[in-house]
C-alpha cells in the first residue's frame, strides 16, 4: 500500500582514483506502507513494528558492511532509501500512536496514563538521535567516519527497538484490557483520517 509519491535528490558517490567524488541524481520515492488495510487500530501499530525491526536489521547490517567494504553507490543509495523510509515511517508512527490511540487511553488510570508520558518522551528521544542519523543517509558521500556512522545507526536501533518492545509487552496489554472493538476501529479510522485516506 503506497500513499507517497515524490522525489528525492542523492548526493551519491563515486570512486575515482581512490577518491569520492559526488555525482547527483534525482530518484522516484514511494513510500510503501508497511500494512494492508486501516479497519483495526492496534494491527496498524504492530504492522509499523515488525516493519522496524526488520529495516532495524538491515540498517545495521548496511552500516557494517559500509564499514567493512567503505561506501559505494549501491550502499549510497541504501542509504537514501532507509533515509526516505524512516522519515516518513517514524513521524507517521508517532503521530498515529500520539493523536489516534493515546487520547482513547487517557485518564483510564494512574499507570496507564504514566506509560503514556513515558512512551511520548520516548518518541521525543528517538527524534532526536534519527535527526542525528537522517543528516549523515540522506548525503551518503559525506559520511567519512564509517565507525562514527557505525555507532549512531547502532544508537537509533537500540533505542527504537528498545522502546518498541515496551510497547509491545508492557503498554499493550493494558490496551487490549481498556478499548472496546469499536474504539480500536475508531483508532485505525483516524490513522487513515491522518494520511487523507477512507478506510
Ligand atoms: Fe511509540
Ligand atoms: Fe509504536
Known sequence: MAHFLGYVF?????KSNSTYS????WMEFKYEEPL???SDGLVVLKSYHEDFLERGKQLLQL???IKQNGMNEDYANQCM???CHYSHATHLHHRDEEQSLFPLLLGSSVL???MIERLIMDHEEIEESWSKLAKQL???GTITNFDYFLHQATEFEKILREH???EDEDFSPQVKKILTSEQIKQAGEKMAELRHLTV
Not at 542523492?10 to 563515486?14: L, N, Q, S
Not at 559526488?22 to 541524481?25: H, P, T
Open 138 to 140: 540522506s548525503n551518503p
Open 81 to 83: 532509501e532507509a533515509y
Open 22 to 25: 559526488l555525482k547527483g541524481f
Open 112 to 114: 496507564v496514563d504514566g
Open 63 to 65: 552500516a557494517a558492511n
Open 10 to 14: 542523492i548526493a551519491a558517490p563515486k
Open 164 to 166: 518498541l518492545i515496551r
Open 36 to 38: 494492508t488495510g486501516f
